[in-house]
């Protein structure tokens, strides 16, 4: 057996594990070992059948038997059940509103079976308990009382994986693994070497074990991602870009034009882009700020200060950016600003030399300033435009992914933006970037509060520079917390505000209800039935409009732009709502689950009324009043600003709550580390010193190797 040996060589694998297999990215057997446990589960606390009362809250293993899906007599409500036997007895369970579970247990099967004791008509039984496979060589008298529990998928089951795991360490594959970390890390950190930890993690003595096992793998995959990021920044260190020898002075009258005084935030970051322009090499700098905080006039500044440059001792006449936003509708309004920003009644008290923008869709949008009205623009032929990029008399060009096409040439493109910036693939972004070989300065931007060590891991090779301020004069959202019992009188305050011309998103933790037969039922709100209540209970004299991620791109432009002109007053939606559009009517936000959110995603949704004149309301509708869920929402009110509250998460409910794995490509292993500065500081410091004294990694065969393979399987960090 060897480590690239294919699962299907060495296991009878049927049509739906393999399947599930594939789904989980696992095809090999160093992939297999490397499905690590997502917890484990004890025996020592156990309990038999024969000793239980009613009342008790607690653990059985046993074999399930029995199963089976009915409808309760009365209500009618789904159900399954099943019986649960061991050594000293047997006790029936049931299931409301939970009929799948008999499909997907196997009968015969062995169980954890965690729940309370119920009692009807003298008989003991469980009610909703939890359920689970357990390796049926676990018992009470084990020597192991402790059990991994895996990532399943559709098809495979926890329990197949520890078999399948316990037969390949059987054959004494370990003796052929290569640890990919440096001996002299793993000593610094006193971690144990791969062999050990792989034992450790898949068949723990102690919890002891476990926990240095995948500390040991946590910090293996934040140095790995942390290796990759420095390897691409020293790539952009290694490369040509134009120099541009500007200071804050000589964009102070520009940076006049902006209808209010920037904060001490902006003009640092200003100061951080304007150093970095000055470099031989690209500038590889994010800037992270608030809704609300004023990047797009950092952005405007730096654009600014690129085009109307012209390189000592180099004769490249007028310099170029490229700003790129998500969608269509952002890159309309940026375009907008733009214009305002260059030209405009701005312009008239504080000149500057002028600076033609433009903008291009994937929609066949392609619009110029006008000539006859400086605020204004007009379209023009994609022919046109493109000839006018391509010959440089455009020096700023605004779009979407039409950016990147092909037929878009620039003459000298020295600039690149990219607005929301964790919207966009790497490989997307390395497209405006190596359009010319002199490559252009990268400003990436997003309103996204994420912790330091979730920065420092996902963008190792950027510079960071943070927007910590609101400017002067920005109305702060007054935000109540709504229990169900003053539900009414809020929608009493919101009617007031509508009927003076205001504007409501309602947020929604779903999209549609679930279907009781096939899920547990989950008492959240969703769109399209919110939608339909409101309009006919709440406020049927205004129109509502319906928003989520499942309807087409052009869909939700089309419904985004109708809100946006007026045409709707309530826009009901998912957290889909997007980021950083300017609805200055729309001072009110009513985000019904807020428990289902996390503190930083709550604040950016808040965010989403900060963008008018008018004073922004919050109503906070939480379904559950746990001390925990107060808690939080409590952090809402007390929190500075967004990047505290992503703290405060990160604490109290983990990484994961954050974006989750799916958005930043981290397994949960790996976000576990996100909680530890020192070891994500370890892991970005060792990275560091191995890629500048060895940026091939020449000395470090095995970690290239391991670093290849993670690329093949495509790291993706947006």
């Known amino acids: 057996m060897n480590l690239s040996d294919p699962l299907s060589e060495i296991f009878r694998i049927l049509p739906a594990q393999e399947r599930a297999l594939k789904k989980l990215g696992i095809k090999n057997v160093k992939d297999l070992l490397y499905h690590l446990p997502v917890r484990y589960s004890s025996t020592a606390d156990a309990t038999t059948i024969a000793n239980l009362k009613k009342g008790d809250s607690v653990v059985v293993f046993g074999k399930i038997s029995g199963l089976k899906t009915k409808k309760a007599f009365r209500k009618r409500i789904p159900m399954a059940e099943g019986t649960v036997e061991d050594e000293t007895g047997k006790m029936k369970i049931v299931w409301f509103h939970q009929p799948y579970l008999a499909k997907i247990l196997a009968e015969d099967s062995a169980v954890r079976v965690e729940g309370k004791v119920a009692e009807r008509q003298g008989k003991l039984y469980f009610s909703n308990p939890k359920i689970e496979s357990a390796p049926t060589l676990f018992s009470q008298s084990s020597e192991h009382n402790l059990y991994p529990i895996y990532p399943e ?109 920037i904060t001490e935030s902006q003009k640092k970051s200003i ?225 007031e505000e509508l009927k003076e011309g205001r504007q409501l998103y309602v947020i929604c933790p779903r999209i549609e209800e679930p279907d009781p037969e096939k899920e547990l039922a989950v008492q959240a709100k969703s769109v399209k039935a919110e939608a339909k209540r409101l309009k006919a209970e709440v406020f049927p004299e205004y129109e509502i409009g319906v928003l989520h991620s499942k309807m087409r791109p052009a869909e939700k432009e089309k419904i985004m732009l109708e809100f946006k002109a007026g045409k709707s007053q309530v826009l009901v939606s998912t957290s889909v709502v997007e980021v950083g559009v300017n609805v200055e009517n729309a001072s009110l936000i009513i985000i019904e689950g807020a428990e289902r959110f996390g503190l930083a995603q709550l604040h950016q949704l808040r965010g989403r009324v900060l963008r008018g004149t008018h004073q922004p309301y919050c109503f906070v509708f939480a379904d559950t009043k746990t001390s925990k869920t107060a808690d939080r929402l409590k952090a809402l009110f007390e929190a500075k600003n967004g990047f505290e509250l992503a703290e405060f998460d990160l604490a109290q409910r983990g990484a994961g709550f954050l974006s989750g794995s799916k958005q930043w490509g981290i397994s949960d292993i790996g976000m576990e580390a996100i909680k530890n500065i020192k070891m994500v500081e370890a892991a970005r410091f060792e990275a560091i010193k191995i890629v500048e004294n060895d940026p091939e990694l020449s000395r470090y065969p095995e970690l290239k190797e391991r670093l290849e393979s993670i690329g093949a399987k495509k790291i993706h960090f947006e």
């Open 153 to 261: 998928s559709r098809g495979i089951t926890s329990n197949w994986f520890y078999h399948k795991i316990q037969a390949v360490f059987h054959s004494g594959i370990l003796e052929k693994f290569e640890d990919p970390i440096p001996e002299h890390i793993l000593r610094s950190y006193r971690l144990p070497n791969l062999a050990t930890s792989l034992i450790w993690i898949h068949t723990p003595k102690k919890e002891e074990h476990a926990l240095v096992a995948r500390k040991r793998f946590a910090f293996e995959e934040i140095f790995l991602i942390q290796l990759e990021r420095q390897k691409t920044r020293q790539e952009f260190k290694n490369q040509e870009a134009f120099v541009i020898e500007k200071n804050f002075d000589d964009v102070e009258k520009f940076v006049k034009r902006f209808p209010f005084k």
């Open 271 to 495: 100061e951080h882009v304007l150093n970095d322009l000055k470099k031989s090499y690209p500038m590889s700098r994010l800037l992270e700020g608030d809704v609300g905080s004023g990047k797009t006039a950092v952005a405007a500044t730096a654009t600014y200060a690129v085009v109307t440059s012209r390189p000592k001792g180099q004769d490249f006449g007028t310099l170029q950016a490229a700003y790129m936003a998500p969608t269509e509708i952002l890159a309309q309004q940026h375009f907008e600003s733009f214009i305002q920003y260059f030209g405009g009644r701005s312009a008239s008290s504080h000149p500057t030399p002028s600076v033609q923008v433009g903008l291009i869709t994937g929609t066949g949008c392609r619009k110029f300033p006008s000539k006859v009205n400086p605020e204004g623009w007009t379209d023009i032929s994609r022919t046109q435009l493109l000839k006018w990029v391509a010959n440089g008399e455009i020096s700023v060009l605004i779009g979407t992914h039409a950016l990147i096409q092909k037929s878009v040439k620039f003459k000298h493109l020295a600039f690149v933006i990219i607005d929301e910036q964790h919207r966009f693939g790497t490989a997307q972004r390395q497209k405006l970037v190596s359009k010319e070989n002199c490559v252009p300065h990268l400003l990436s931007m997003t309103a996204t509060p994420i912790p330091r060590t979730l920065a420092l891991t996902l963008y190792g090779d950027l510079d960071l520079s943070l927007l910590e301020e609101m400017p002067a004069g920005r109305k702060v959202i007054i935000t109540e917390i709504v229990s169900p019992e003053k539900r009414q009188s809020a929608y009493e305050k919101i009617r």
